[in-house]
Antibody, heavy 120, light 107 residues
Framework: EVQLLESGGGLAQPGGSLRLSCAASGFTFSSYAMSWVRQAPRKGLEWVSSIIASGDRTYYADSVEGRFTISRDNTKNTLYLQMNSLRADDTAVYYC?????????????WGQGDLVTVSS | EVVLTQSPATLSLSPGERAALSCRASQNIGSYLAWYQQKPGQAPRLLMYDASNRATGIPARFVGSGSGTDFTLTISSLEPEDFAIYYCQHRYNWPLTFGGGTEVEIK
């Protein structure tokens, strides 16, 4: 059974940093691209970032480019999102998502989500 | 950036009725479109990918169609568990984007 478990969320001050982790199990982690998708309170879904299976290539939404860094450790089956220079509009539930295939950027499994609140 | 526009914003229907949800892309995206269902307090669930392929475990009452710029998700006969918010998402290029969602509510 595929499981994705996010951690690391919480309250951060504007300009601060947080690192989200996503522990994956139930599939061959190193064979799939992975992504982060967020959802602000009472809003729709917003793609944040993706990383290919090997970790050699990453993609970002314009809204987070230069502030967030996606990475992965295939030896630990873990995905990360380092979030710096946080802003109030980064407040959202952040979902870790498994991509459907090696190069298929659809999301077939999702974590339960981790709430990040940016406020002073 | 590909903008996905979903309509209507809200669809009020009764169980057993047919639902047709629209997703329009701002440019030709071929068949590179997925549909997701999200219920309150839950993560989204993948329903369809590449416009017309049902994801694993998705019932046959969910049908995806379309290509180019116009796409439709049809639910042939609404079950009580189908009342939710539905999002479309493309994978044509970067950045990936989602539509704003259509809420299917009980009439």
């Amino acid at each position: 059974e595929v499981q994705l478990l996010e951690s690391g969320g919480g309250l951060a001050q504007p300009g601060g940093s947080l690192r989200l982790s996503c522990a994956a199990s139930g599939f061959t982690f190193s064979s799939y691209a992975m992504s982060w998708v967020r959802q602000a309170p009472r809003k729709g879904l917003e793609w944040v970032s993706s990383i290919i299976a090997s970790g050699d290539r990453t993609y970002y939404a314009d809204s987070v480019e230069g502030r967030f860094t996606i990475s992965r450790d295939n030896t630990k089956n873990t995905l990360y999102l380092q979030m710096n220079s946080l802003r109030a509009d980064d407040t959202a539930v952040y979902y870790c998502a498994k991509n459907l295939g090696y190069d298929w950027y659809y999301f077939d499994y999702w974590g339960q989500g981790d709430l990040v609140t940016v406020s002073s | 950036e590909v903008v996905l526009t979903q309509s209507p914003a809200t669809l009020s229907l009764s169980p057993g009725e047919r639902a047709a949800l629209s997703c329009r892309a701002s440019q030709n995206i071929g068949s590179y479109l997925a549909w997701y269902q999200q219920k309150p307090g839950q993560a989204p669930r993948l329903l369809m990918y590449d416009a017309s392929n049902r994801a694993t475990g998705i019932p046959a009452r969910f049908v995806g169609s379309g290509s180019g710029t116009d796409f439709t998700l049809t639910i042939s006969s609404l079950e009580p568990e189908d009342f939710a918010i539905y999002y479309c998402q493309h994978r044509y290029n970067w950045p990936l984007t989602f539509g704003g969602g259509t809420e299917v509510e009980i009439k």
